[in-house]
């Protein structure tokens, strides 16, 4: 292979994994944003884990991260839960950041 044909192949290889961890990161996202509504819908441990893994297949409808606040802040407002659209855009900010950290410290 040439110089050329390795660094080409490197920077494949370092995309596909940047790929991999971006999906990962934001899975882990959908699932703390899933634990932090269930707190406010006031579920049950089993039910909040079985919610929170809803919400990490919503993401799966639509390319963007639409589909996981309408499924997110609909049930919320659908329960008569008092919140934002701006709380809950907020609230996933925060869970990205909060993925991000825990990818980082390996938790």
């Known amino acids: 292979m040439t110089t050329f044909?390795?660094?080409?192949?490197?920077?494949?290889?370092?995309f596909?994994?940047?790929a991999?961890?971006?999906?990962?990161?934001?899975?882990?996202?959908n699932k703390l944003l899933g634990?932090?509504?269930?707190?406010?819908?006031k579920l049950t441990p089993e039910e909040a884990e079985a919610y929170a893994k809803q919400v990490v297949h919503a993401d799966f409808e639509e390319v963007g991260e639409e589909d996981v606040f309408r499924k997110v802040y609909g049930d919320?407002?659908?329960r008569g839960v008092d919140v934002s659209e701006?709380?809950?855009?907020?609230?996933?900010?925060?869970?990205?950041?909060?993925?991000?950290?825990?990818?980082?410290?390996g938790v």
């Open 35 to 41: 634990l932090w509504a269930a707190e406010l819908l």
């Open 5 to 14: 044909d390795n660094r080409e192949k490197a920077f494949e290889e370092k």
């Open 76 to 78: 919320l407002s659908a």
């Open 20 to 29: 991999e961890l971006q999906f990962k990161v934001t899975a882990r996202r």
């Open 86 to 105: 701006h709380q809950v855009r907020k609230a996933m900010d925060d869970k990205m950041v909060e993925a991000r950290r825990q990818f980082i410290e």
């Open 16 to 18: 596909a994994r940047d």
